[in-house]
């Protein structure tokens, strides 16, 4: 038997699963339940990954999108800009939480200083990295899914950096037939979520399965979210738990 998938919280660090049995009992069972049923349906097979973002509504509306189709993985290359997400001042914070709807809280946000550390992490879980590009040979319908793989898109002006879609392992292309010569990035990764999300879950169903993440990091996930369900977690798990590893 595999070891416990462990989670810090605060200075203490507990089983997932203990987690969960000492913060459920305190939650609805309708939240409980809803949280189960969108586990259920989270796929780590398909991951966003975006490079350099620079605007707040951008950045937002890409993790809105990545959440609802039921993503659980985005990553960023914060190379000129940090990702925009989070630390957004008056007024705009409240736009920015109607364009995100909280949906970051639901992710593995992962951000990294580099792009060569972008590439290197999908590497590292066996994916194929695919770039969005205007003169890309590969189409939506056409992208491959025999493996894991990461969707990847550049900053809103400049795109894809060269070297960065020279590490990639093919240029995609979203067919446009207006004058317009690009589309905005959240939406050009709507419309590309849009499209492979739905081939990856009839191939799941085919197969019985509404989403792909393993049974451990299932847990692990569904613990993070009761955690963030509650202010004093740690007090509760210190006097259930006790003062944990």
Known sequence: MSDPVLLAVGES???????IEALTPHMSDARVERMRQVIAHRLGSVA?????LHHNHNGAACLRTAEGLGLQDVVAAEIRNPYPLGDVPPPELDAHRLVTAHAHHWLDMHRLDTSEGLVAWARARGMAIFGAGPRGD????TLPLDRPLLLLFGNEKMGLRDETLDACDACF???MYGFTESFNVSVSVGLALGA?????RARLAAEGRTGDLPEERRLATLARWCLADF???EAILR??????G
Request: aromatic letters at 4%; proline letters at 12%; glycine letters at 10%.
């Open 13 to 19: 660090a507990y089983p997932a699963h203990q987690i």
């Open 239 to 244: 006097r259930k738990l006790g003062p944990g």
């Open 138 to 141: 590969v189409t939506l319908e």
């Open 173 to 175: 292309r979203i067919p």
């Open 48 to 52: 966003l990954g975006l490079e350099d």
């Open 196 to 200: 492979v999300v739905p081939r990856v």
């Open 231 to 233: 202010r004093h977690a």
